[in-house]
């Protein structure tokens, strides 16, 4: 019943042409969730034992906002120097292999004229490591927004809404992509379709947040 539900609202708010996709970053573009919970899960074992899940709460978040929420009391913030070097050095070795299907997906958009980009809680450092194992991830996307480029992070939908704005698009002509529950709030609140890929959390359990569900891009077709 709930995804009959979701193909009748999903076909519905299709009726406007799309112009624009927008794609978080770690979960929908790359396969990366899994290493990042291995990176945090250990900082916040570190850091945090007293509130175990941490690593899935912050999902989502900049790493700016993780340090302003987490890690400022109690001596913390003199820690942040050393997580900041530990993810860079984490980062400088991941893997950032594409979500099934991506590639071809994102390229039969752009051959439609629809415009991609990429709406990330990452930063720029982090994006060097991706251009340089991804040399050809530029050629994907006519944007690509970073945690540099706006002032509020999801869930607050200011980042979703400035890549409309670099499109001239309205918030209904666009779709976004996204896994984490940030990031789906991101996109609700910011008036948009938003697709949920089940590639971090249950498909049920962010089915409330999305207008359709998918574990890929394999047969996806906006």
């Not at 539900?5 to 076909?11: C, D, E, G, P, V």
């Not at 708010?13 to 573009?29: N, S």
Request: one cysteine or more.
């Amino acid at each position: 019943m709930v995804f009959f539900s979701l193909i009748r609202t999903f076909a519905g708010r299709m009726e406007k042409k799309v112009k624009a996709a927008l794609f978080d970053l770690d979960g929908v573009v790359f396969d990366t969730e899994p290493q990042y919970t291995v990176f945090w899960g250990a900082q916040c074992r570190e850091f945090h034992p007293e509130h175990p899940g941490l690593e899935h709460e912050i999902k989502g978040q900049t790493l700016t906002q993780i340090y302003d929420r987490y890690f400022t009391a109690d001596g913390l913030a003199k820690k942040q120097a050393l997580i900041t070097r530990r993810l860079d050095e984490f980062e400088a070795q991941m893997h950032f292999d594409y979500v099934d299907g991506f590639e071809d997906f994102v390229r039969d958009l752009r051959e439609r004229g629809i415009k991609t980009a990429v709406v990330t809680s990452s930063n720029v450092p982090k994006m060097q490591s991706v251009y340089r194992q991804r040399p050809e991830f530029c050629e994907l996307f006519d944007a690509i927004l970073t945690a540099e480029d706006f002032e509020r992070s999801k869930p607050d939908p200011d980042c979703y809404l400035k890549a409309a704005q670099r499109f001239g698009a309205e918030p209904s002509e666009c779709v976004v992509f996204e896994d984490s529950f940030n990031g789906l709030k991101s996109g609700r609140a910011a008036g948009m379709t938003v697709i949920g890929l089940s590639t971090t959390n249950k498909a049920d359990a962010i089915a409330p947040l999305c207008d359709e569900v998918i574990p890929n891009y394999v047969n996806f077709k906006l």
